[in-house]
């Protein structure tokens, strides 16, 4: 292996792209061939009656996730986007009411607040665990908040029982968006099972996936009716023995029979992908420790991470180059690296110019007194994470081996030892980020 980094005309350790793995097999192919030879590809009616909840497919499904979560009810949907907006709309929040959420997260997470015309209100994150921090909520809290809408990022659960303490408190619902955090724990205690509702990811890059998908887990027979009633249109369901029709504003959030499918054999193997996840994690963990400069990843005693990706903090001082000279030094060696992962959701356009239908600024023109402006240092840890210290690996997925994993950090380590001509490389490339 050469000494002198790729970027300065040196050799990759890495030559080869690294792929995106289909970790289908056999048992989805299956499983996908006996639903299209039975020609029932969707079995919902948007009518009471027994196809109201759906088929064969989507309600083993749903039977799986509620004994492997120990969930009173599971609600299948066709995204997580979808799961969200519903569980939103089931705990009857509408225009005017403030939701607090995470900047930090893809935009789905606050845009489904949007979608049922209340109003996200942004708290800022923890700086070791990039989650919620609960000691930033209480001091966004109005009378118009109704629920705590809580991202466990990159695969750790957020400090949640200090955050279900402080919704009991003043009486807001808990939604956990775990799409990233499936398997993960506290104290022996699934996330995806402290809120009052929580959602999880089948989406195609996800831990396990059927292409798109997304279940709702609650404990809460009402809730679960409202969000049964919400994926099929609102219309109307079978109650014991009586029909009703109901005021819920329905969509079609409904979940194929074929995803269905791939979503059961997908979640047979969960378990699987999360302890080949949490080795390779732990090879990083144990290779980060002995670099200067890098934190790894944080996991609070009780904690147990399901590493969807790979959270590294970048500490410049000790570097002496930008954080996004480094991960363009890391790329060339074949090991491309995110900087910053998300933009604070607030500082997004429509956030900005508060345009979310055409050119009303509804639902925000329905407050008088706004309760935040949404201005840059809204979350100074959030935007400081985003600007200058966080890195994101996606490296503890397939195709990752053990040996991809030493010719990471070695990648790593030549980039380190070469940091005084990257510094040089720095200041004579004016354009360089």
């Known amino acids: ?66 004994q492997k979560f120990g969930s009173q009810f599971s609600i299948s949907v066709n995204s997580a986007t979808t799961a969200l907006h519903t569980a939103i709309a089931a705990c009857e929040i509408g225009p005017g009411d403030e939701v607090l959420v995470t900047p930090f997260t893809m935009v789905a997470t606050a845009s489904a607040v949007l979608m049922n015309n209340a109003i996200p209100i942004f708290v800022d994150i923890d700086d070791k665990t990039y989650n919620l921090n609960p000691t930033e909520i ?10 705590i809408v809580v991202a466990n990022i990159f695969g ?7 955050i279900l303490n402080i919704a009991n408190k003043h009486n807001l619902y808990v939604i956990e968006d775990n799409a990233q955090s499936p398997g993960a724990s506290i104290d022996g205690k699934y996330a995806g099972t402290f809120g009052h509702l929580s959602i999880f990811s089948l989406n195609y890059h996800k831990i396990i996936h059927s292409g798109e998908g997304g279940v709702i887990l609650t404990d809460d027979l009402e809730l679960a009716r409202r969000c049964q009633l919400i994926r099929n249109h609102g219309e109307m369901v079978l109650d014991d023995e009586n029909d009703y029709e109901t005021v819920v504003l329905g969509n079609n959030y409904r979940m194929s029979e074929l995803h269905a499918a791939i979503g059961i054999e997908q979640f047979k193997k969960m378990d ?29 005693d009780g904690y147990e991470h ?39 959701i607030y500082l997004l356009p429509m956030y900005q110019h508060k345009k979310v239908y055409n050119q009303t600024t509804y639902p925000f023109s329905l407050i008088d007194k706004p309760t935040q402006d949404y201005k840059k240092g809204l979350c ?10 966080l890195l994101v690996a996606d490296v503890c997925r397939l195709p990752f081996s053990e040996s991809d994993i030493t010719n990471f950090l070695t990648a790593i380590e030549k980039v380190w030892n070469n940091r005084g001509q990257l510094l040089t490389y720095e200041k004579n490339n004016i354009s360089c980020p």
Request: negative net charge; without cysteine; charged residues 25%.
């Open 1 to 66: 292996m050469s000494d002198k980094l790729s970027l300065l005309g040196g050799n990759p350790i890495r030559t080869n792209p690294i792929p995106w793995v289909n970790s289908m097999g056999e048992e989805e192919l299956k499983a996908v061939t006996e639903v299209m030879e039975s020609g029932s590809l969707s079995a919902f009616i948007g009518r009471s009656g027994e196809g109201f909840l759906g088929g064969l497919k989507v309600k083993e499904l749903e039977s799986a996730f509620s």
């Open 138 to 147: 209480e001091q966004w809290i109005t009378p118009r908040t109704k629920a």
């Open 380 to 389: 100074p840890v959030t935007e400081k994470m985003y600007e200058k210290k």
């Open 272 to 300: 699987g992908f999360l302890d080949g996840r949490r080795k390779l994690a732990l090879q990083i963990t144990s290779g980060i420790n002995s670099l200067y400069g890098l934190s790894d990843v944080y996991l609070p």
């Open 156 to 162: 750790l659960p957020a400090y949640l029982p200090e």
């Open 306 to 344: 399901s590493y969807y990706m790979y959270p590294i903090r970048y500490q410049e001082e000790e570097w002496g180059i930008s954080r996004e000279t480094f991960a363009m030094a890391l790329k060339a060696e074949g090991f491309p690296i995110g900087t910053g992962y998300q933009k604070p």
